[in-house]
């Protein structure tokens, strides 16, 4: 089993950063991909961005060119720096990881509120 722990959302006006931190924590040697959905209240829960072991990444094109994941594997850490935020970014976090069978995992997730 495998733990994840967030943190770093919060409160932010438009145009401003904020940068999520997940940390695994358990059977890491099973983790694959890792990464990051969002879900704001009356939506499904949709992608943000992914990063492979290796480093290849993947983001939804409503946030390429602001938002930057990266991942430190041996702290078993991925981030989401989040510049020039807005509004519409207002949602509910999730980290996730992928083990090799192709199987989600998530974590709690954390509020991030983007204000006009």
């Known amino acids: 089993q495998v733990q994840l722990v967030e943190s770093g959302g919060g409160l932010v006006q438009a145009g401003g950063s904020l940068r999520l931190s997940c940390a695994a924590s358990g059977s890491i040697f099973s983790i694959n991909t890792m990464g990051w959905y969002r879900q704001a209240p009356g939506n499904q829960r949709h992608l943000v961005a992914g990063i492979t072991r290796s480093g290849t990444t993947s983001y939804a094109d409503s946030v390429k060119g602001r938002f930057t994941i990266s991942r430190d594997n041996a702290a078993n850490t991925v981030y989401l720096q989040m510049n020039s935020l807005k509004t519409e970014d207002t949602a509910v976090y999730y980290c996730?990881?992928?083990?090799?069978?192709?199987?989600?995992?998530w974590g709690q997730g954390t509020q991030v509120t983007v204000s006009s």
């Open positions: 996730y990881y992928t083990d090799y069978s192709f199987n989600y995992n």
